[in-house]
């Protein structure tokens, strides 16, 4: 297990060292990385989109069964995906950084587009990074605008979505319904083999584990075998469902205690607070949406998470290299 771990974080070592060679890249360039990516999202929804529509009835109710609209690889991740392409490309058009007007309404549209399918998909981490990363934009864009009235429509229509989204798109209506339904099982402490209350319990497993070895941590190669103990002296269940904390800063906490969560913390904000990056509006945006995931995902214990977050961060961090030349 300690192996696996070390080998899911070499990317954290070797990307950086293959970006430094490469030569620093302009706006236009980084913005060209940004809506491609967004149009392969995009065409890859497509896929998802045509199997949804194949099996609708039967996706539908299976939605209000703790069920997902089947994705490539975990819908999760998906999701958090779809969120980062949605938003950047906004930023990619209305940035006072952009530079090339060209089908920047084909853009607008795309980006709506892929808001949209976040709620049909109804993955509910992705639409929390993606609703938390609009609210810190149009924050930003009111203290930088002094547009205040504006500003405060756009935080309006950011409380609407949900309803209109609850009250047109039936996916996002039985996701809901689950979810309250899941929760209500929680509270009844009978929830352990649903996917909402599995969430809390593994955190909760993760802080009694990290109460037992708080300077250190169980070690991130015997955490499976701790959680395995911890579910069973706390909820006697089969091991068949036991999960890692469902928190990045609780799998960090209970596998390397705060000696590894202050570690953990300062290689991972370096890079944001690093020359000022966080003014960057696709470096504000791409923290906020990986921290967000971190309350309810240990997002970095997953390869292609890793492989996302890197790649974009090198990438805006080399755009940062080159307007400093």
Wanted: hydrophobic residues 50%; proline residues 4%; positive net charge.
């Amino acid at each position: 297990e300690w192996i696996r771990a070390l080998q899911l974080k070499l990317p954290f070592l070797l990307l950086p060292m293959a970006f430094f060679v490469f030569p620093a890249i302009n706006k236009k360039s980084l913005y060209y990385w940004i809506r491609g990516f967004a149009l392969f999202m995009c065409f890859s929804s497509f896929l998802v989109l045509f199997n949804y529509a194949s099996n609708y009835e039967a996706i539908t109710a299976s939605i209000g069964e703790g069920q997902v609209i089947p994705t490539p690889g975990s819908h999760v991740r998906y999701s958090l995906f779809l969120a980062f392409a949605a938003v950047s490309t906004l930023i990619s058009c209305f940035s006072p950084l952009q530079t090339d007007g060209k089908f920047k309404w084909l853009y607008i549209l795309v980006s709506a587009y892929l808001i949209i399918l976040l709620h049909v998909l109804s993955v509910r981490s992705g639409l929390a990074v993606l609703y938390i990363a609009l609210f810190i934009l149009s924050i930003v864009w009111m203290i930088s605008s002094r547009k205040w009235w504006l500003s405060i429509l756009v935080i309006l229509g950011l409380l609407g979505g949900p309803v209109i989204a609850y009250n047109t798109i039936p996916s996002f209506y039985n996701k809901v319904s689950y979810s309250n339904w899941d929760f209500h099982m929680y509270q009844r402490n009978e929830g352990q083999v649903y996917s909402d209350s599995q969430r809390i319990y593994s955190i909760i497993a993760g802080w009694e584990i990290f109460k037992k070895e708080p300077v250190m941590g169980s070690g991130i190669g015997d955490l499976k075998s701790a959680c395995a103990k911890m579910y069973k002296d706390l909820y006697d269940v089969e091991p068949k469902i036991i999960k890692y904390p469902h928190n990045q800063f609780m799998f960090t906490l209970s596998g390397m205690g705060i000696v590894g969560l202050i570690l953990f913390l300062v290689g991972t904000l370096f890079t944001f607070f690093y020359r000022k990056a966080f003014r960057h509006p696709m470096m504000l945006i791409l923290y906020t949406m990986i921290f967000a995931s971190f309350m309810v995902e240990n997002t970095f214990e997953r390869a292609n998470a890793i492989a996302f977050f890197l790649f974009f961060l090198l990438l805006i961090l080399n755009h940062l290299r080159y307007q400093r030349a």
